[in-house]
C-alpha cells in the first residue's frame, strides 16, 4: 500500500489515540484561530479583539478589528452546533475596502492550517470495484466525490442502523463518549458513496471487516487553483451563469461506463464548485449578490440545508460559506422583498474602510510594494520620507464624515486612539453611534471615502508622471496632485467630489506642519530636535508647579522611562509663547490646557512610558513656530536666508540642512530641495 494510502482501520487508531481529529469545517477554522492567541484593544472606543493569526506574515490584515471578531464569533458559533452552520457570513461594504483580501487572506491561513500533517484532511475511496460485476464497467477506483471524511463512512458502515453502527466503533475500541461526540456532528454520506457502499456491503453479505477490503484512506489533494478544499466562485453574468457551475451535472463519460442508470455516479458533482469544497473547505462567493437570481437562489438551498442536490439525490456538505459584496448590489437585492429568505439565511457584517490613519500607512506601504522603484532609465527611485504619511491622511480623511462636534483633524486622530486635545473618545464613539442608526449603510461612519483601489491608482499616477522620473524621486506634492486627479476623474456626485477636496487641502494643511517640523530638525541638526522641545514644554508646565523649582527656575526630576536624574530651566515666556500661539490668550484657557497635558502625561506613564506627545498637532506646531522664531532669530530671517542664497552664509546654511535632510531625515537631493522650496511658499496653491 502506498505512503500516504491507510486501511479504514489504520485511521480509526489515529483518531482513537489522538493524532488525527474527526472535526467539521467550523471547528477547524476556530481552532486555527483561537490556538493563536488574541489580545484585546480598544477601536474608537469600543474594547474588541485583535486575533494573532492575522497579523502574520509580509502582507498580513490590518486593522478590521470588527470585522475579524464577527467572523470568528461566526466559526466558533457553528464549531459548537449554533446556527451559523445554517448561515452564510457576508462581508457587505464599497468597493476597495479590503473585503476580498480579507477572505483570501483568511484562505490562506487555512491552506497553511491543512497542510501539516496534525490538521491534514482525509477521504477515503472504494477499490476493487470490477469485483462487484460489470455494472462498474472497467472502473476500478472511486473515490468521495465531496472528500467525505473517514469517520462519517464509519459511522455509516453497518448502513443507517446507528445503533450498529456505534457497536462496531465499540469493538474498534471507541469509548461511548468518544462515539457519542462523533455522532453529533453525524450526517449521511453522499448519494454516490451510499450507493456504491451499499453494492459493497452485498457483495460481502454485510461482513463489515470483509467490506474494509474496498476501503482506502487517501489525503485529499490539497489544490487552491484546483478549488479543493478553498475555492473562490466569481459572479457570473445571466448569459453565463448555470448551476452546474456550483452543483455539477450528469457526466456523459460515466453514462457510456455504467449500466445502472439509477446509480448516482453519473452526476459528476466535482465538476461544481462547492464538491470540491465539501470536505470541510472554504467556499469564498465573490459578489453573491451579482449573480444572477436562480444562482443566488441555488445559494439559499446549499446554505440552508449544507446539501448539493441533484434530480433528488444528495451530497451532504460539510463547508465554511463565505461571500461579499457592495454596497450597491446588496442595496438592489435587498430591495427586492421576494428575496428576504436569501439575506436571513445570511449573517451581513458591514465593513467599512479603514479609519485609522497609522494603520493607513502600512496599508499605503502595501499599495506602494514592497520591491525597489526604479525610472524607464532604470536608476533608483526615491520615495519621499513624507508621501506614505500624506497619502495616508489624505484618503483617511475622505472616509471620514462631516460632524458638527469634531473637526476633521480631531475625529482623525481620536479615530486612531490618539489624542486630540480636549476633545474626548466619548464625543466620537457618540458620532458613531447616531450615524450607525441610518438605514442607508454608505451614510455609516467610514462607509464612503476613496478606497485601496484608489489609492493604487494616485501612485500608479504618481509613477507615470514624468516630474517622478526627471527628479527621480516620488515626492508628496506629487501624492497630493493624484489625490485630486482621482478625485476630480472618478468621483461624480459634486458633493461628495468637493468634501473629498475640501479634506484634501485639509491633508495638505498636516502635511505643511511635517514640513515645518523637517525644517526645524535640518536646522538644529537633530533627527528629533522638535520632539525634543515638545517632551521640554511637557516637562516645564509638570515641574513649573514643584515645590523643588529653584530661584533660577531650575527644577531637578526624575526621567520616568530612563529614571535618571535631570536638570531643566523653566522658562515661562517659551510656555507662554506656545500657548498663545494655540489660541490660549488668557490665563483661565492656559491652565486648562495645561491641566489636560498634564493629565495626560499621568495617563501615558501607566500606559506608555514612551509617548512623546507628537500626536498633538496643534502643540508640535505652536513649538516648531516658536522655536523657529526664537531659535533663528525670526522665522521670517529663516526664509529670507533660505530664498536669497546670494551671499556665503546663506548658501552654507541652505547646504547645511539640504545635508541634514540627505543624511539624517531619510530625503534625497531632489525631494529634500522641494520640501525646502514648499517651505518658503507663503501658502498652498
Known amino acids: 500500500m502506498g505512503r500516504n494510502i491507510e486501511t479504514l482501520d489504520q485511521h480509526l487508531l489515529k483518531v482513537r489515540e489522538g493524532s488525527r481529529r474527526f472535526e467539521n469545517a467550523f471547528q477547524s477554522v476556530s481552532r486555527m484561530i483561537l490556538e493563536k492567541g ?22 498580513h490584515l490590518i486593522g478590521m478589528y470588527d470585522e475579524i471578531t464577527s467572523l470568528v464569533s461566526f466559526v466558533d458559533d ?53 469485483e462487484l460485476g460489470d455494472q462498474y464497467g472497467n472502473i476500478e477506483v472511486i473515490e468521495s466525490q465531496t472528500y467525505e471524511d473517514p469517520m462519517v463512512l464509519a459511522m455509516n458502515l453497518a448502513g443507517h442502523n446507528i445503533d450498529a453502527n456505534k457497536e462496531w466503533l465499540i469493538e474498534k475500541g471507541f469509548n461511548e463518549t468518544q462515539i457519542e461526540n462523533f455522532f453529533l456532528d453525524y450526517r449521511p454520506l453522499g448519494a454516490c458513496s451510499d450507493y456504491i457502499l451499499n453494492d459493497i456491503r452485498q457483495h460481502n453479505d454485510g461482513n463489515l471487516d470483509m467490506m474494509l477490503r474496498h476501503i482506502e484512506i487517501v489525503p485529499i489533494p490539497l489544490s487552491p487553483t484546483r478549488g479543493v478544499l478553498v475555492g473562490k466562485y466569481a459572479p457570473k453574468d445571466k448569459i453565463t451563469a448555470k448551476s452546474s457551475d456550483l452543483l455539477g451535472e450528469e457526466d456523459l463519460k460515466r453514462m457510456l461506463k455504467i449500466a445502472d442508470a439509477n446509480n448516482p455516479y453519473l452526476y459528476n458533482v466535482k465538476k461544481g464548485a462547492l464538491a470540491r469544497v465539501a470536505g ?6 465573490d459578489e453573491i449578490f451579482k449573480n444572477k437570481r436562480d444562482l443566488v437562489l441555488v445559494y439559499l438551498s446549499v446554505i440552508q440545508n449544507r446539501t448539493i442536490e441533484l434530480d433528488g439525490y444528495k451530497w451532504p456538505m460539510d463547508t465554511l460559506i463565505i461571500a461579499t459584496s457592495n454596497n450597491a448590489e446588496y442595496g438592489d437585492f435587498q430591495s427586492l422583498e421576494t428575496e428576504a429568505p436569501v439575506i436571513d439565511r445570511t449573517l451581513i457584517v458591514n465593513m467599512a474602510h479603514n479609519t485609522n490613519h497609522e494603520l493607513q500607512n502600512q496599508l499605503t506601504r502595501y499599495a506602494l510594494g514592497s520591491r525597489k522603484r526604479s525610472t524607464f532609465g532604470n536608476e533608483p527611485l526615491h520615495i519621499d520620507p513624507n508621501l506614505i504619511r500624506a497619502l495616508s491622511k489624505g484618503v483617511t480623511l475622505t472616509r471620514l464624515p462631516s460632524s458638527d462636534n469634531l473637526s476633521r483633524v480631531d475625529m482623525m486622530q481620536l479615530a486612531a486612539g490618539q489624542q486630540a486635545g480636549e476633545k474626548s473618545m466619548k464625543a466620537l464613539r457618540e458620532f458613531i453611534d447616531t450615524l450607525s442608526l441610518n438605514s442607508d449603510v454608505r451614510l455609516r461612519f467610514g462607509q464612503s471615502g476613496l478606497g485601496h483601489r484608489d489609492l493604487e491608482r494616485v501612485i500608479l499616477y504618481g509613477m507615470k508622471s514624468s516630474a517622478t522620473h526627471e527628479s527621480r524621486c516620488f515626492s508628496a506634492e506629487i501624492g497630493f496632485d493624484g489625490l485630486k486627479r482621482i478625485i476630480i476623474d472618478s468621483v461624480q456626485d459634486n458633493n461628495e467630489r468637493n468634501k473629498f477636496l475640501t479634506d484634501i487641502k485639509v491633508a495638505k494643511e498636516l502635511y505643511r506642519k511635517e514640513v515645518l517640523e523637517s525644517i526645524f530638525d535640518a536646522y538644529m541638526n537633530q533627527p528629533d530636535a522638535i520632539k525634543k522641545e515638545v517632551k521640554n514644554y511637557i516637562n516645564m508646565i509638570v515641574g513649573i508647579g514643584q515645590d523643588n523649582v529653584k530661584s533660577d527656575k531650575m527644577w531637578q526630576y526624575k526621567d520616568p522611562v530612563t529614571g535618571e536624574d535631570n536638570h531643566l530651566k523653566i522658562d515661562e515666556s517659551f510656555i507662554n509663547s506656545v500657548e498663545e500661539r494655540m489660541g490660549h490668550k488668557s490665563k483661565e484657557e492656559k491652565e486648562a490646557f495645561r491641566s489636560t497635558m498634564r493629565k495626560l502625561y499621568g495617563q501615558k506613564l501607566l500606559t506608555d512610558r514612551n509617548y512623546d506627545f507628537m500626536d498633538q498637532m496643534s502643540l508640535v506646531k505652536a513649538v516648531t513656530e516658536v522655536r523657529l522664531r526664537s531659535d533663528i532669530h525670526g522665522a521670517g530671517s529663516l526664509i529670507g536666508a533660505l530664498s536669497n542664497r546670494t551671499n556665503e552664509e546663506n548658501e552654507q546654511l541652505y547646504n547645511r540642512m539640504i545635508d541634514t535632510m540627505v543624511n539624517k531625515l531619510g530625503y534625497c537631493p531632489s525631494c529634500a530641495e522641494k520640501t525646502i522650496e514648499y517651505y518658503l511658499r507663503p501658502e498652498d496653491d
Open 280 to 285: 470541510g473547505g472554504i467556499h469564498f462567493s
Open 38 to 59: 488574541f489580545d484585546k484593544v480598544q477601536v474608537n472606543g469600543n474594547v474588541t479583539y485583535d486575533f494573532h493569526i492575522f497579523r502574520e506574515g509580509k502582507k
Open 78 to 130: 457553528g464549531a459548537k452546533g449554533g446556527p451559523a452552520r445554517e448561515l452564510a457570513f457576508v462581508l457587505v461594504g464599497e468597493p476597495g475596502n479590503g473585503k476580498t483580501f480579507f477572505v483570501d487572506a483568511l484562505c490562506t491561513k487555512y491552506i497553511e492550517f491543512i497542510s501539516k500533517t496534525e490538521n491534514q484532511r482525509l477521504t477515503f475511496r472504494f477499490k476493487g470495484l470490477k
